[in-house]
T-cell receptor, first 115, second 115 residues
Framework: DSGVTQTPKHLITATGQRVTLRCSPR?????VYWYQQSLDQGLQFLIQ???????AKGNILERFSAQQFPDLHSELNLSSLELGDSALYFC??????????????FGPGTRLTVL | AQKVTQAQTEISVVEKEDVTLDCVYE???????LFWYKQPPSGELVFLIR??????QNEISGRYSWNFQKSTSSFNFTITASQVVDSAVYFC????????????FGQGTRLTINP
């Protein structure tokens, strides 16, 4: 158990809908990262938040957005869903003290199926 | 741009055999970090090891060992006396030290250990 929690574990929805994925980082971790794992694209970085502020953006679609709240949990919002958005979405957390890279610990993932 | 290549898509061996998973990376940074993660059939991503670019010492942890060679930009992972429980997809990843601390993943190697 990494200490990172994600809900829900599974989500089935229809095209055009909007969903929210939730992540709670490990106790004390300030950084939250979101990744998407799909069969064709592999594991791809979406976005990073550090202590409530967006820090880095990757290949995140405009239909997707995220935020990190004062209690450090994060939500990833996916809207106008398409079939191709079906994937496993991971949240990871770390606690970088400054420059350098800390280890990212991953949650169990949320499997999104768009029908 | 950073890139990680895991040329072996699938490997299948018989239990107790030794197996090496290859990882080759590309980066322009002089300071970077390398990681291995394991994804068992249950789907979560489990952290195995983190290495910084200044530490070329090989590491051994039980049946697992890692060989980091900057000269060939490789960070290979060897499992000695493999067991069925080692069956999983293994990912090699790279992260830069400054700026976005995103992980860039290879495509993964699916390892099957047959009894």
């Amino acid at each position: 158990d990494s200490g990172v929690t994600q809900t829900p574990k599974h989500l089935i929805t229809a095209t055009g809908q909007r969903v929210t994925l939730r992540c709670s980082p490990r106790s004390g971790d300030l950084s939250v990262y979101w990744y998407q794992q799909s069969l064709d694209q592999g594991l791809q970085f979406l976005i990073q938040y550090y202590n409530g502020e967006e820090r880095a953006k990757g290949n995140i679609l405009e239909r997707f957005s995220a935020q990190q709240f004062p209690d450090l949990h994060s939500e990833l919002n996916l809207s106008s869903l398409e079939l191709g958005d079906s994937a496993l979405y991971f949240c990871a957390s770390s606690n970088p003290a400054g420059a350098g890279t800390d280890t990212q610990y991953f949650g169990p993932g949320t499997r999104l199926t768009v029908l | 741009a950073q890139k990680v290549t895991q040329a072996q898509t699938e490997i299948s061996v018989v239990e107790k055999e030794d197996v090496t998973l290859d990882c080759v990376y590309e980066t322009r940074d002089t300071t970077y970090y390398l990681f291995w993660y394991k994804q068992p059939p249950s789907g979560e991503l489990v952290f195995l090891i983190r290495r910084n670019s200044f530490d070329e010492q090989n590491e051994i942890s039980g049946r697992y060992s890692w060989n980091f060679q900057k000269s060939t930009s490789s960070f290979n992972f060897t499992i000695t006396a493999s067991q069925v429980v080692d069956s999983a997809v293994y990912f090699c990843a790279l992260s830069e030290a400054d700026g976005a601390q995103k992980l860039v993943f290879g495509q993964g190697t699916r390892l099957t250990i047959n009894p």
